[in-house]
């Protein structure tokens, strides 16, 4: 996401810092932008005091693990980039006289028992389940943003980011489209956890790039759900992914992960009415794009199965 960020941001003309810790990142989803004047760098962790000099009109807070068997490898680090990094932020922004955006998460409705989740839906989060570490993460990021908002005044923008896939994800960070891809590009079984009838909605990068830009240019507070309600079961899912591959695997079933939502689509009614946004690209043509570039991957990436930080 950052990656896509910097470029919309920078074919805008804005000048942009991009600050990643680079755990889950890569640098060469940037190389392109290091020769660009009005583009930095800075290899930072933002849970730990974050100083930037000069002046700054947006902050754009995107920094965590976000997906499941990541932020299950480094748990603590997760909870500390949704709480102490959030706060470092919002504090960077007041002194700056910043407006922020920050990156919340359709997790925050946990496992939902109102669907389609919308913004005023509560959610249904186990606090101490393996999940637990990034959805209470989260949450305490949208309460203290909604705090600095009340009580400094600050403006603030809370996105909830629904399911998003593209061009430039980790073909090994554990989620279903790169692990389908990856799968069926290495000629192995594609790996359905449960019985797939847990569903999904899949938005593609660059719709949820338009929605953050329109958000964050907005005057509205509140969060708002950015993602594409066009939802599918998982297992329709991996034959969808076997039909673009054109694998001849199978699939197989593995456990369900403990505390899996079993069925998760933005209501995104607030997304239209209030930035005029909805999604523009079907799942068939982001997935043949984001399939084009997975295959076009150098053959070692295939075979990282280790995680950076593993
Ligand atoms: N999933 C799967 N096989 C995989 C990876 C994930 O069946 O190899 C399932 C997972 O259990 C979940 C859904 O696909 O129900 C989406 O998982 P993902 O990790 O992409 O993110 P989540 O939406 O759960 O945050």
Known sequence: MGSHLCDRFIKEHYEVIGMDN???????????LFKLRNFE???????????????LDYILHFASPASPIDYLKIPIQTLKVGSLGTHNLLGLAKGKKARILVASTSEVYGDPTVHPQKEEYWGNVNPVGPRGVYDEAKRFQEA???????YHGLETRIIRIFNTYGPRMRLNDGRVLPAFIGQALRGEDLTIFGNGSQTRSFCYVDDL??????????????PVNIGNPDEITIAEFAEEIIKLTGTKQKVIYKDLPVDDPKQRQPDITRAREILKWEPKVSRKEG???????????PEEELYKSKHRFA
């Open 22 to 32: 680079l755990i889950t990142g890569d640098l060469k989803n940037i190389e392109h």
């Open 41 to 55: 760098f800075y290899h930072h962790d933002v849970s730990k005091f974050v100083f930037v000099p000069g002046h």
């Open 144 to 150: 203290i943003t909604m705090a600095y908002h009340t």
């Open 209 to 222: 790039v338009e929605g953050i830009y329109r958000l964050l240019l907005s005057d509205y507070h509140q």
């Open 287 to 297: 997935l043949t794009i984001t399939y084009e570039y997975f295959k076009n991957l």
